[in-house]
Nanobody
Framework: QSQLAESGGGLVQPGGSLRLSCTPSGFTLNYYGIAWFRQAPGKEREGVSCISGNGGYTKYSDSVKDRFTISRDIAKNVVYLHMNSLKPEDTGVYSC?????????????????????WGQGTQVTVSS
């Protein structure tokens, strides 16, 4: 059964950094669009970053632009979310999602209904 596993979350002070990993099992990343979503307590899930299936397009929400970077290592079959200059408002459960829809090959979006495969999520807490 295809699924995703996230790792790398934890407790970090404001201004600190974390690197999240998303590792699929049962399929390889080639031609799969991958997105990171987060959900804070009492708030709706929001898209944070995504990368297209061909790796040539990335997208960031305004709240994380210039602080977060998404990347992928095809050889290791992993997608990373590098998070710098973390703020308390970045706190939440971060989940990765994937799908190989044609619409996600050259672009990616934050439409959660486009993604069929989801991980369980990893908690990120930014606090002093």
């Amino acid at each position: 059964q295809s699924q995703l596993a996230e790792s790398g979350g934890g407790l970090v002070q404001p201004g600190g950094s974390l690197r999240l990993s998303c590792t699929p099992s049962g399929f390889t990343l080639n031609y799969y669009g991958i997105a990171w979503f987060r959900q804070a307590p009492g708030k709706e899930r929001e898209g944070v970053s995504c990368i297209s299936g061909n790796g040539g397009y990335t997208k960031y929400s305004d709240s994380v632009k210039d602080r977060f970077t998404i990347s992928r290592d095809i050889a290791k079959n992993v997608v990373y979310l590098h998070m710098n200059s973390l703020k308390p408002e970045d706190t939440g459960v971060y989940s990765c999602a994937a799908n190989n829809l044609a619409a996600l090959v050259r672009q990616c979006h934050f439409r959660d209904w486009e993604y069929d495969y989801w991980g369980q999520g990893t908690q990120v807490t930014v606090s002093s």
